[in-house]
């Protein structure tokens, strides 16, 4: 079975770094893309990004570029979502999910979910 | 990037009722077409990929329609346990942007 866990919540204050992951297991790691979706407080859902682990390619929303990095670790099939310098835009919960697809990007779906990590930055 | 525009952004209706929501793309996205429904507190589910596929455990009450720009969700003879909100989401190209949802409330 398919199993994303993701990392407990957070409280930090602006300027501060963060990192958040997202543990998968059921499943050929390496041969899936895995995302990240934001969602801030009473809002809806937004794409930030995917990673392909096996080579690390990663896409994001162009609204998002430069704001995160999302990476991977092969060796523990976990994937990260991290910031350099919080602010408090980012205050938001946010979740993990893997994409159906394998490698290909198209007409696939976000079939397994995390169960989400909330991000607070509260000076 | 591909916009996704759902419509009504809410509603309310009762128990048996018959309920539709409607996303529309921004340009041809084909019928990569996902639905996903969110429970308060809980991580969304994805309920129909490919415009019109359920997925395995969704209940047959539930049917997805479209290709191209215009697609439906449709939820005949609503059960307490459809009420959330529903998103749409395109996966023709990257981003796979989400339309803004749609809630579901009790009438």
């Known amino acids: 079975e398919v199993h994303l866990v993701q990392s407990e919540a957070e409280v930090k204050k602006p300027g501060e770094s963060l990192k958040i992951s997202c543990k998968c297991s059921?499943?050929?790691?390496?041969?899936?893309?895995v995302g990240w979706v934001r969602q801030m407080p009473g809002k809806g859902l937004e794409w930030v990004g995917i990673i392909y682990p096996d080579d690390s390619k990663t896409i994001y929303s162009p609204s998002l570029q430069g704001q995160v990095t999302i990476s991977a670790d092969k060796s523990i099939s976990t994937v990260y979502l991290q910031w350099s310098s919080l602010k408090a835009s980012d205050a938001a919960m946010y979740y993990c999910?893997?994409?159906?697809?394998?490698?290909?990007?198209?007409?696939?779906?976000?079939?397994?979910w995390g169960q989400g990590t909330l991000v607070t930055v509260s000076s | 990037d591909i916009q996704m525009t759902q419509s009504p952004s809410s509603l309310s209706a009762s128990v048996g009722d018959r309920v539709t929501i409607t996303c529309r793309a921004s340009q041809s996205i084909t019928r990569s077409l996902n639905w996903y429904q969110q429970k308060p507190g809980k991580a969304p589910k994805v309920m129909i990929y490919s415009a019109s596929t359920l997925l395995s455990g969704v209940p047959s009450r539930f049917s997805g329609s479209g290709f191209g720009t215009d697609f439906t969700l449709t939820i005949t003879s609503l059960q307490p346990e459809d009420f959330a909100t529903y998103y749409c989401?395109?996966?023709?190209?990257?981003?796979?942007?989400f339309g803004q949802g749609t809630k579901v409330e009790i009438k």
């Open positions: 059921g499943y050929t790691f390496i041969h899936y893309w």
């Open positions: 989401q395109q996966s023709y190209s990257t981003p796979h942007l």
């Open positions: 999910a893997r994409l159906d697809g394998g490698q290909q990007l198209v007409g696939d779906c976000f079939d397994s």
